[in-house]
């Protein structure tokens, strides 16, 4: 291709996707092929040229950077190119050590709810992509409040998820979270949690969350492959949870004990 024809679209408009990983002790990502999965499924969806065997080769480089002795994350970018639309693409990996988890597992993080409203349309929700500012953004003005992070809702009212994470609820038997027609990520971590429901006497459920329903929980927690599971302790106006999170700690272990049995959604 001309050289002064390649634009990179991914800087210029935001156009890609990433996955990140976490990169447990041993260099062991138990969780590449749903990775891996999910990124092929937001190629097509938005017609990236993707290769399965290109995106394992830069997860097995990335790897190469990071101690046996640590834990990480690692993000995998598929960046885009092309003049007219995506015709090209490669991978770029980054990582770093992973920190901070476990005191969010202990002490309950704390959430802010966010100061606009998403749409539950927007296609660009339901995919891990670049067009990462809104998130980013919301984020820092979250921390700027005093908290870990922010809770989206969109236009009517009813809970979508964080700006890295996706919500439950227990409330007696039930787990809850919101559905994907909510406007927001199916994240793989997700998908284990509810997987692992029933075997922690929980009965998976996914529908409507307002913030009503949130203010009669026993219990609410976040998940994503790097965090894992990790339990709210507030969100501004709206919950205040209290140590010992028994529950989410016993999902924890049930997740991990779940992703490193092989047994993914």
Not at 100 to 114: F, M, P, Q, Y
Request: aromatic share 8%; proline share 6%; net charge neutral.
């Amino acid at each position: 291709m001309n050289q002064t024809h390649r634009i990179n679209r991914t800087l210029l408009y935001g156009e890609g996707l990433f996955e990140t990983l976490r990169v447990y002790r041993g260099r062991q990502v138990p969780l590449l092929e749903a990775h891996c999965r999910r990124m092929a499924r937001g190629a097509e969806f938005f017609r990236f040229p993707f290769s399965p065997s290109a995106f394992r080769r830069a997860v097995e480089e990335g790897l190469l950077g990071i101690s046996e002795e640590t834990e990480a994350r690692l993000r995998v970018t598929l960046e885009v190119w092309g003049e007219e639309g995506p015709t090209e693409t490669r991978f770029v990996a980054h990582s770093a050590p992973l920190r901070g988890t476990d005191e969010g597992e202990r002490e309950g993080v704390r959430l802010i709810r966010a100061p606009f409203a998403r749409s539950s349309g927007s296609p660009l929700l339901a995919f891990k992509t670049t067009n990462y500012f809104e998130n980013s953004h919301t984020r820092q003005w979250a921390r700027l409040q005093g908290y870990d992070d922010a809770l989206f809702f969109n236009e009517r009212a009813e809970i979508t998820e964080t700006t890295t994470a996706n919500l439950f609820l227990i409330r007696g038997r039930n787990l809850v979270t919101p559905p994907v027609s909510a406007g927001l990520l199916p994240g793989i971590a997700r998908g284990v949690v509810l997987s692992c429901a029933q075997g922690q006497g929980l009965v998976p459920e996914q529908r409507p969350v307002t913030a009503a329903d949130l203010q009669g929980a026993d219990e609410i927690l976040l998940s994503n492959a790097v965090i894992e599971v990790v339990p709210v302790r507030e969100i501004a106006g709206i919950f205040a949870g209290r140590c010992p999170f028994d529950r989410a700690g016993a999902l924890r272990a049930a997740y991990r004990e779940q992703v490193f049995a092989g047994r993914t959604p």
